[in-house]
């Protein structure tokens, strides 16, 4: 439905015949750049990384799996494929994604 940022979309999920919900979902085991970031060299991957999110999304064939409760308020963690790629995969391909470290505070450019 729409990219909040390169590891985070919202999607309309279809839990159950005939119903349906629409839910934030965060792409597991990776972190991309933020959109909010006050670096602007860290908002510019930012705004790859959501592009190159939004095109694989557009393609269809989305499947999630292994959905777990997020520990922010409302989001999901899922691995998420598009036509049984994943999509951590391809992001960290295009180096637009890096493995998940919580608190990891290291920057995503280099100064």
Do not use: H
């Amino acid at each position: 439905m729409r990219v909040i940022d390169g590891d985070t979309f919202e999607a309309r999920a279809f839990v159950w015949p005939g119903v349906e919900m629409v839910i934030k979902v965060r792409v597991n085991a990776i972190d991309t750049p933020e959109l909010r970031a006050r670096d602007l060299c860290e908002r510019t991957a930012a705004k790859v990384a959501a592009r190159l999110t939004g095109e694989a999304l557009k393609g269809g064939g989305v499947t999630i799996d292994n959905v777990k409760q997020g520990s922010f308020g409302g989001r999901f963690v899922a691995d998420v494929f598009i036509k049984g790629q994943s999509l951590a995969d391809i992001l960290t391909a295009a180096q637009v994604a890096r493995p998940y470290k919580p608190n990891n505070k290291n920057k995503w450019c280099n100064l």
